[in-house]
């Protein structure tokens, strides 16, 4: 495809959102001047200057296409050509039913396809303020905007942004694991890409010591907030173990220490009161983080409290966890269905800015702005996908979904995952199986919905974006 005039785009932020739109308009023929502020000016959480780097963990989630909404997101980027999945896919580690990556292999790769298409112009510095010739503009500065740019996006909006904070789990270096008290398996042998269904290290607790992790983490010392970050509330789907502990005291034993799916080989007859999981970070296989421990515990007494752990107790880390202020925008108020700002329509808006949450999710929002960017660019009809797909849910949400889109009121819009509550129900047709029997009932019904709900989204997506379905995917009934 060709352009009709050599005017770039311009992208403000190299993260997941703003490198996977530079690559799909370079890729649809549209020059691309794409910016990153790093290292010029650095962020609380990045460690590298390189392009989409990952901050907290390695996990794009669970890759199942057929019965999970993530894995279903994944299989759509890769068949829209998606550059983060083609790099996440190349840099995969074993995890289970999930797709992790090496984390510095992945950004590598990313970083090499942008310096190497030719429409794509990188430039490092920060932009605090979008000049008024640039003709479009997409600002995917992710959770850690510059407070700069912030404060001239909420010059534009009339609205101060949102914001919540986002914990980073530690990471282990391997050597220093005590595999004689730890033991490698999926949760319910579960082989995923990649994986062997011994993907994960396990550390057991009996309820005694599972007792007092609990009441060290309640009790330990823990960052102290700034006076403007007093009241931010933190994403649910991202909280520290301690918030999570000073929940309830079972909480954790029913959230990332679930004992459930696991059997230590040595003692088989006795189960866990509660496991901590390590799920590998590197291609190598020396460095493992702590799943589900973000933190903002001191770095002195994260340490203690995480050698408390069975297997852990001469752990050295790669890196302690941490804590940094997220801002996302009231979305349904603000953007149109296409992600323009209303009050200022030649800025576009992609990732987690926009109130999405997750890699995958802040990725496939850039793909969407950046195929919005193109037609609008060459002048054709802009059409949303289809709200059956799981980008078309996800954008139907951040855009118009939530009651904020029609409540005048206090905004209650907060980031979220993709997930099949999104997706519109099925039809009743949908609800049978091929040969004519309605779904079955409890676990083996819910399966058979998600199954027809994601054949559904694939055969929509087909038809949307006129890529036709790989022969071996099944249509929807």
Sequence with gaps: MTNASNEPVHIIGGGLAGSEAAWQLAQA?????????????????????????????????????????????????????????????????????????DRVGFSDAVTAALQSQPLITLERGEVAV??????????????????????????????????????IAPIVHFDSIDMEQAW???????????????????????????????ESLITGDKTDFKEWEANTPYFDGCLPIEVMAERGRETLRHGPMKPMGLTNPRAPDVKPYAVVQLRQDNKLGTLFNIVGFQTKLKYGAQADILRAIPGLQNAEFARLGGLHRNTFLNSPKLLDPFLRLKAHPKWRFAGQITGCEGYVESAGIGLLAARFAAAERRGEEITPPPPTTAHGALLAHITGGHIDAIDPGPSSFQPMNVNFGLFPPLTEAAAYDKDGRKHGRGSAKNMAKKTAMSQRALADLAAWSGVPQPPQADAAE
């Design 184 to 214: 490698f398996q999926s949760r319910y042998d579960k082989v995923g890409p990649g994986g062997t269904g011994a993907d994960y290290i396990n550390c057991p607790m009996n309820r005694e010591q599972y007792d007092a992790f609990i």
């Design 130 to 167: 979008p000049p008024d010739e640039w003709g479009r503009v997409i600002i995917a500065t992710g959770p850690l905007t510059s407070p700069d740019l912030a404060a001239a996006i909420a010059a534009k909006t009339g609205q101060e942004a949102l914001a919540f904070f986002d914990a």
């Design 29 to 101: 023929g549209v020059p691309v001047v794409l910016h990153e502020m790093r290292p010029s000016r650095g962020t609380a959480a990045h460690q590298t200057d390189g392009y989409a780097e990952l901050v907290c963990s390695n996990s794009f989630r669970s890759d199942d296409k057929d019965h999970n909404a993530v894995g279903l997101m994944h299989e759509e980027m890769r068949r829209l050509g998606s550059l983060i999945m083609q790099s996440a896919d190349a840099n995969q580690v074993p995890a289970g039913g999930a797709l992790a990556v």
